[in-house]
């Protein structure tokens, strides 16, 4: 592929990564949106719908992960990174998701920290910001050795 249509596609996919918090409010049913943005940890829980929450939320993980892969595969054109990428995304969200609503139901009695970050890793890309360096660093060892 052409270098420039590469980089193109990637700022392109970036951007669509960008949108999706840009337009979190419109999107997507979340009233923890304005209950993180304040004084959580003395603000009134608010009131929700768990399958509506679990809908939601799944839906904005799976539009970030379909981006989150593209980015990764325009990258590193490696198939196995790209499945790699896609069996981690899947484990973190079977393992995330209940926890989350676990903590949710209830309401963060453990610590609202810990459900703060659950729900960042759950409706933020994290992951592609911790693979793509990951990734590099594992090519420029593998580099080193031939």
């Known amino acids: 592929m052409n270098k420039w249509l590469k980089y193109s596609l990637v700022i392109l996919l970036i951007l669509g990564l960008i949108l999706v918090r840009k337009f979190e409010e419109t999107l997507f049913y979340d009233p923890f949106l304005q209950f993180f943005k304040g004084d959580y940890l003395h603000a009134e829980f608010p009131d929700y719908q768990t399958e509506k929450i679990a809908l939601n939320i799944g839906f904005r993980y799976a539009l970030n992960s379909i981006i989150s892969l593209g980015i990764i595969g325009l990258i590193f054109e490696d198939k196995s990174k790209i499945k790699f990428t896609a069996l981690v995304l899947v484990g973190f969200f079977i393992i995330l998701l209940p926890l989350y609503l676990y903590m949710i139901s209830i309401q963060f009695s453990i610590g609202e920290n810990i459900g703060f970050y659950i729900r960042r ?16 660093y594992q090519y420029y060892l593998t580099k080193q050795k031939t």
């Open 121 to 136: 890793f759950l409706i933020q890309p994290m992951l592609v910001l911790i693979l793509i360096p990951a990734f590099y």
